[in-house]
């Protein structure tokens, strides 16, 4: 057997020998994407990189398979390096809440592999909100430190001045009699 393992397990390539005969295997990577759409979102589970062709990739819905008829894609298309590749996709409402999984059997796989979507409309704002409240923080710690710097600049020209004005003063009287 011979194996190649990449980053995080993403890509395994086997060679096994069986019945006498040499069998290659290249795991699956498998994605779960949600892309928002006019109408809704469109969901799609899409697995690449794999050989042998035969792969079972099904999307459930709340834990239960999503009917054919509700599904796009599904064909079985060869990448340029042999491996082969296969999409199906969803296109639900944007009130849709359900729980989405994409299940994947394939011959490289020791177990069945599930990817889970939790399905929520406002999660791209919400992954929005702690970069926005990091810039809102450094704004106001920019903003401190630049009206700390110019009070002290004033007050140091304001000491400035009233020592300038009291030398001035003492040179304009003239020597002590």
């Known amino acids: 057997m011979?194996?190649?393992?990449?980053?995080?397990?993403?890509?395994?390539?086997?060679l096994l020998y069986v019945d006498k005969n040499f069998t290659y295997q290249v795991k699956p990577?498998?994605?779960?994407?949600?892309?928002?759409?006019?109408?809704?979102?469109?969901?799609?589970?899409?697995?690449?990189?794999?050989?042998?062709?035969h792969?079972?990739?099904?999307?459930?819905?709340?834990g239960q398979p999503v009917a054919d008829h509700e599904i796009t894609g599904g064909d079985l298309l060869p990448n340029d390096d042999g491996t082969y590749q296969m999409r199906k996709s969803l296109e639900i409402s944007?009130?849709?809440?359900?729980?989405?999984?994409c299940s994947v059997t394939?011959?490289?796989?020791?177990?069945?592999?599930?990817?889970?979507?939790?399905?929520?409309?406002?999660?791209?704002?919400k992954s929005l909100?702690?970069?926005?409240?990091?810039?809102?923080?450094?704004?106001?710690?920019f903003g401190t430190g630049v009206i700390a710097y110019k009070c002290r600049r004033r007050r140091a020209?304001?000491?400035?001045s009233d020592y300038s004005s009291a030398s001035t003063s003492e040179e304009n009287r003239g020597p002590a009699s």
């Open 55 to 62: 792969i079972n990739l099904t999307l459930f819905r709340d």
């Open 106 to 125: 394939h011959l490289s796989l020791d177990n069945k592999l599930d990817i889970a979507l939790e399905f929520d409309p406002g999660e791209p704002f």
């Open 129 to 141: 909100i702690p970069s926005v409240l990091i810039v809102l923080a450094l704004v106001l710690v």
């Open 157 to 160: 020209a304001s000491i400035k």
């Open 2 to 14: 011979i194996t190649r393992d990449a980053f995080r397990g993403s890509t395994t390539d086997e």
């Open 29 to 53: 990577k498998v994605r779960l994407l949600q892309k928002e759409l006019s109408s809704g979102f469109c969901v799609s589970c899409l697995a690449t990189g794999f050989y042998p062709r």
């Open 94 to 101: 944007a009130a849709d809440k359900h729980k989405y999984t």
